[in-house]
């Protein structure tokens, strides 16, 4: 059983930055694809990024590609995720999650999620 627990949220001006953490515990993180999720109010689940447990590969949702880059640091089983030029529209509250493999926007695991919230 892995736990995932996500901070850095909060509330920020359109144009601003953010850079959110999760933490992972119970497995062996350095195994794990990690990827980050979103979901606003009264919509889907939207996959934001992607990458592979060694951090060599990483992809991204059209809407934030160019803006946001995910990262991880394996020796403190942390996936990061960093926003610069945050729009209205990335309101929404952020999971990370474990994923079944890389290719497939499926999460094994999932955080309680932070809110992030940008004022226009």
């Known amino acids: 059983q892995v736990q995932l627990v996500e901070s850095g949220g909060g509330l920020v001006q359109a144009g601003g930055s953010l850079r959110l953490s999760c933490v992972a515990s119970?497995?062996?993180?350095?195994?794990?694809?990690m990827g980050w999720f979103r979901q606003a109010p009264g919509k889907e689940r939207e996959f934001v990024a992607a990458?592979?447990?060694?951090?060599?590969?990483?992809r991204y949702a059209d809407s934030v590609k160019g803006r946001f880059s995910i990262s991880r640091d394996n020796a403190k089983n942390t996936v990061y995720l960093q926003m610069n030029s945050l729009k209205f529209e990335d309101t929404a509250v952020y999971h990370c999650?474990?994923?079944?493999?890389?290719?497939?926007?499926?999460?094994?695991?999932w955080g309680q999620g932070t809110q992030v919230t940008i004022s226009s």
């Open positions: 999650a474990v994923l079944r493999n890389y290719y497939i926007n499926l999460h094994v695991y």
């Open positions: 119970g497995g062996t993180f350095s195994n794990y694809a």
């Open positions: 990458m592979s447990w060694s951090g060599s590969l990483t």
